[in-house]
């Protein structure tokens, strides 16, 4: 279905009818997938083009939001990065009679790139898809100018292979098979998707540090709901020395390693010259640079500690390999800025303009644009193929864990109830008595004989021991069939002795140090964080 973009004027119809064409056809691909942050967090479009001008990624405006479809104000656009991607498509053309037009999109699948998005989200059923046309001499008009837009979306996956993946559109008026509403409620198994606040699902954090009694901690979970708990981060990259020195370390990873990566998330944001002197937006100084913004929204948008990533500046090594670099301060008052450690392969000010006398915030200033920053999440990755990563390694190179031959999430929810309860319920191991098990006597529940009444008592567990734990026996046909905590103790280093007295005999028990799982409430009858659609 084709809709119109009100407000473009007559230049493109000007352009083709004369009798040679100064400027190339550029033809791009939005595939967006509401509130699925399948672009990243808060992203819910994934950006193509065809390459017909060649493998170089472009950057183009887009709606921030596609409610104001139609919008002539250059507040409603963006700058985005369409990258480059093997796309054949046929069977857009709109007839006067017959049916309505059902294209096919054949996208390459490029190191299961689309084999990993049909996994995650239904086969994308249901995904709206935009093609966009101009001409190349109109990339930088904002708001854009371009040919009516082709909107479809996604009716099935006709096929998928390693090599490609295709689709089969339909108009908004012929959608068949989506089920209203889409999310039904499955016995013991969680609807929301999970860590995802926006639309009122789960509420788990997205970087996965939760605050238990005043006190943040780190948890990672596999799909089986063990904590991981063993991992490093990415390259070493939390360690100074190797940031400065080759922004990361040469590693090695084996099948099953865990790291933590910086991955990128989110919109682009400009770097700018810095208004105040009208420098450079980029100062270079040793093992750091000092990047400007317009405002101090922007700027305050990264904090100290954060990673972010540079790209798009004219100097390549400015963008050093897309890889993650450390906000080591940032500016305060009217000093719009970051700085950032590096390794100085940039030896210079990156004093190329990308777009001269731009309003890349809509804010009534114009500036000239440098280059972008993006900023990242932390998040866990398992290697599921060994490689090793060298600091010699070109940015095509280098296997970063966003590359799915060789990564995949760490963290995985298991989408049960017991899921949510290990998370959400998290007990730290404080030196605490976790449980105490009634001991098995030749592989059958033991407990003794001959027990009317009995008590519990614990002994050594260490010298730091403050509070000693304390439990009841429950007796049940003359065995002792539970040991029930009333106090977990404080300070335990080591496993206490369990001593189960009364009136019988035989009953022996032992104790268990560690984390248990907290009491915690459900809203709505449901998950934590659960809300209605």
Excluded at 9 to 19: A, G, I, K, R, Y
Excluded at 337 to 357: F, R
Excluded at 413 to 439: F, M, Q, T, W
Excluded at 507 to 521: F, I, K, P, S, Y
Aim: glycine fraction near 10%.
């Amino acid at each position: 279905m084709s809709e119109p973009i009100v407000g473009t004027n007559n230049s493109l119809v000007t352009d083709l009818q004369s009798q040679s064409q100064s400027s190339g056809l550029i033809t791009v691909f939005e595939v967006i997938l509401p509130d699925s942050d399948i672009g990243g967090a808060g992203v819910d479009k994934l950006y193509f083009h065809d390459g017909t001008n060649g493998t170089a990624n472009i950057t183009w405006y887009s709606l921030n939001d596609e409610t104001n479809f139609g919008s002539t104000e250059p507040k409603h656009y963006g700058v985005q990065t369409y990258s480059a991607f093997p796309v054949e498509s046929e069977g857009w053309e709109v007839r006067g009679t017959g049916s309505q037009p059902r294209p096919t999109v054949r996208f390459a699948n490029l190191n299961q790139f689309w084999s990993a998005h049909l996994s995650n989200y239904d086969d994308l059923v249901g995904a709206k898809v935009i093609r966009r046309k101009t001409l190349q001499k109109y990339m930088g008009t904002n708001p854009p100018v371009e040919f009516n837009r082709d909107v479809y979306y996604i009716e099935r996956k006709m096929a998928e292979t390693g090599v490609m993946v295709e689709f089969e559109l339909v108009t908004a008026f012929d959608v068949q098979g989506v089920k209203l509403p889409r999310r039904q409620i499955i016995s013991a198994r969680c609807p929301w998707k999970y860590k995802d606040t926006e639309q009122g699902g789960c509420d788990w954090p997205a970087d996965n540090r939760y605050t238990i009694d005043s006190t943040e901690h780190t948890l990672y979970f596999d799909k089986d709901d063990n904590r991981v708990t063993s991992y490093a981060t990415w390259g070493r990259q939390d360690l100074t020395a190797n940031r400065k020195n080759n922004l990361y370390a040469a590693t090695s990873y084996s099948v099953g390693d865990y790291v933590e990566y910086h991955r990128p998330i989110g919109g682009i944001y400009p770097v700018v010259e810095k208004t105040s002197d009208g420098t450079t937006g980029v100062v270079k100084g040793t093992n750091e640079t000092t990047l400007y913004f317009s405002n101090a929204p922007t700027r305050d948008i990264f904090s100290v500690g954060d990673f972010v990533i540079l790209k798009g500046f004219d100097h390549a090594n400015n963008n050093y390999k897309s890889i993650p670099v450390y906000v080591k301060a940032k500016g305060s008052g009217t000093t719009y800025s970051i700085t950032v450690e590096d390794d100085d392969s940039a030896d210079s000010n990156a004093a190329s303009i990308l777009h001269s006398n731009t309003d890349p915030d809509f804010d009534g200033t114009y500036e000239d644009v440098y280059g972008y920053v993006q900023a990242t999440r932390v998040t866990l990755y398992k290697c599921t193929t060994a490689h090793s990563i060298a600091t010699s390694d070109d940015a095509d190179d280098i296997i970063k864990p966003t590359n799915i031959s060789y990564w995949e999430f760490g963290d995985v929810c298991g989408k049960r109830l017991n899921s949510c309860a290990i998370r959400y319920g998290h007990e730290p191991a404080l030196g605490k008595v976790a449980r105490v098990k009634i001991d098995m006597v030749n592989g059958v529940a033991g407990g003794g004989s001959g027990y009317s009444s009995a008590t519990v008592a614990f002994s050594g567990g260490g010298a730091g021991v403050t509070t000693t734990a304390a439990a009841n026996a429950t007796v049940s046909g003359g065995k002792v069939a539970k040991v029930t905590l009333t106090n977990h103790g404080v300070g335990y280093t080591t496993v206490p002795t369990v001593t189960i007295s009364g009136d019988g005999s035989g009953a022996t028990a032992t104790a268990e140090l560690g984390r248990d799982t907290r009491n915690v409430g459900l809203p709505f009858g449901g998950f934590p964080g659960a809300a209605l659609y």
